[in-house]
């Protein structure tokens, strides 16, 4: 059997208290170590210079390198990151992941048995759920990244190819569709894609009940991948099509309630305002009734059924507007 290609694994954080997990379960995978640890610091200059607990690496420690980019980003720290890598492979995997004890083992396996064309090898991410109850709406949403496809939480990629591309977009900068833009971005320069055999565990991380409603700055990333990659990248990325069209809708039947309402059209501002309240309704229970169902979640789920819409719209618009004239990283699509 022929030697498993080296990598570098490329880890971007905030200073998290979970970064010591991931280290500690990286140290404890058994078979293929990576040549080098790249823990890149993205916390903003200003931040308290605690230090990372870089220590939780353990067996590793001797090959764990620490980066600073300042705040910019999760794309641009991991641009930080592979560019100063010297393996065929790059893996990068998010502060918040464990990986499994036989995981090292595993991803040689992917890699050796790479064809010359991958360019991309995914890890399969598994969220554990509470087992004595429904989980909550913010516990569903991360159990959907087991479906998500080139999710950088565990991402193998040939750093060939990294090169080729670009890297990641950094026009992108939150942990959102950056992924997705470069796995189309990969694929457009010929590239290929795969699942591999290891498994990654992804916690749900602890939240406030008002965790979705700064979620919604994503509607501007969609914004610009419909820029970058046309309306049909959805399709393409396989990428869940989200209710941003039925926020649309009630967004605007609230708008026009109100504006009926001041110029007197008062039996088209109560079909208006029914329809909002039929659509805010729908969407609450939509979320409700997979949930637990205690009273702060229903709570909690009923507030921020009626900011969404908006907040979605909202962030939408605007990043269609500051993305306008964005073109494709490399050049046109």
Avoid at 113 to 132: F, K, N
Avoid at 201 to 207: L, N
Avoid at 279 to 293: C, D, Q, Y
Wanted: hydrophobic share 45%; aromatic share 6%; charged share 25%.
């Amino acid at each position: 059997m022929s030697a498993a290609p080296a990598y570098t694994v490329v880890v971007p954080t905030i200073g998290r208290p979970c970064l010591a997990e991931c280290l500690r379960a990286l140290a404890a995978a058994q078979g293929h170590p990576p040549h080098e640890v790249i823990v890149v610091d993205d916390r903003p200059a200003t931040d308290p210079d605690t230090g990372l607990p870089l220590e939780a690496a353990g067996q590793l420690l001797d090959r764990v390198r620490a980066l600073h980019t300042g705040g910019k980003g999760p794309a641009a720290a991991r641009n930080a990151g592979w560019r100063t890598v010297r393996t065929p492979w790059t893996v990068f995997l998010d502060d918040d992941v464990q990986v499994l004890p036989d995981w090292s083992r595993r991803l040689a396996d992917d890699l050796r048995t790479a064809g010359e064309y991958a360019g991309g090898i995914q890890g399969r991410l598994r969220v554990p759920l509470p087992l004595d109850r429904r989980p909550t709406d913010w516990e569903r949403t991360t159990k959907g990244l087991e479906n998500a496809a080139w999710a950088t939480a565990d991402m193998a990629y040939r750093t060939a190819a990294l090169t080729q591309v670009g890297g990641f977009d950094e026009r992108f900068p939150r942990a959102f569709r950056e992924d997705a833009d470069l796995a189309l971005r990969m694929e457009r320069a010929g590239w290929t894609l795969h699942r591999g055999t290891r498994l990654t565990r992804h916690p749900v991380r602890p939240s406030q009940w008002w965790a979705s409603l700064p979620a919604q700055r994503g509607n501007a990333d969609d914004a610009l991948m419909s820029r970058l990659h046309g309306r049909d990248w959805w399709a393409r990325a396989k990428a869940p099509r989200g209710r941003l069209p039925g926020h649309v809708a009630v967004t605007g039947a609230a708008l026009a309630s109100a504006v009926c309402a001041l110029t007197g059209r008062r039996r088209t501002a109560a079909v208006c305002a029914a329809l909002w309240t039929l659509g805010t309704a729908e969407f609450a229970l939509a979320r409700i009734r997979p949930g637990p169902r205690t009273a702060r979640e229903i709570a909690g789920m009923l507030g921020t059924s009626v900011l969404i819409p908006p907040l979605a719209v909202r962030h939408w618009l605007r990043g269609a507007v500051r993305h306008r004239g964005a073109v494709p990283l490399g050049g046109a699509a």
